[in-house]
């Protein structure tokens, strides 16, 4: 599983847009497009609902923020990347917040969180790691999407499908900020 604030649909068309002509890679489909804030690796069953209401309570009480994608890079280096991906322009502060509380939650309910540092960003393609990086980065460097307003995060159940395929991923729940009960 993995939580998630997922751009609405006109900010990941137009991404897709601008990534279609780029031909030499394969990129992140639209509908697939989000900004990771924790990556849960093994949720059982028995603690999705006590997860669920620990998210929920924990983005409660912060308020929707503004958000814009722009800058580029690579993870671990743009010379040998694993991953290119799209930075944010606008709202990381936000975004680091909201990250820190999904993380805390997700501990206390008993779902083991990666424990990679959160950088956010969006994934766009796995490039095979023979080829430089570094002039897709400044391609994708040029992008800057339009601003939004982050009013929610997702809760997304991620399904390995076998060797080759992407996951299939399921929103279990959509959990509003600023909605303090």
Do not use: K
Not at 67 to 74: M, Y
């Amino acid at each position: 599983m993995f939580v998630a604030v997922v751009p609405p649909a006109s900010v990941r068309d137009d991404l897709a847009a601008f990534l279609e002509p780029r031909e030499g890679l394969r990129w992140t489909p639209a509908e697939r497009l989000h900004l990771t804030l924790a990556f849960l690796p093994d949720v059982p069953e028995r603690i999705v609902e006590p997860l669920e209401e620990r998210l929920r309570a924990a983005v409660a009480d912060l308020t929707p923020f503004r958000c814009r994608l722009g800058g580029a890079g690579a993870f671990p280096h743009p010379d040998r990347p694993a991953v290119l991906w799209l930075g944010v322009h606008r709202g990381r502060a936000d975004l680091e917040r909201l990250a820190r509380r999904v993380r805390g939650a997700a501990n206390d309910a008993g779902a083991a969180v990666e424990g990679q540092r959160f950088v956010p960003h969006l994934t766009l393609a796995r490039p095979p790691r023979s080829r430089s990086g570094l002039r897709w980065v400044r391609v994708l460097d040029t992008y800057r999407s339009a601003e939004w307003e982050v009013t929610e995060v997702a809760l997304i159940g991620s399904q390995l499908l076998g060797r080759g395929r992407r996951p299939l991923h399921e929103v279990v729940a959509t959990l509003p900020l600023g909605v303090e009960s």
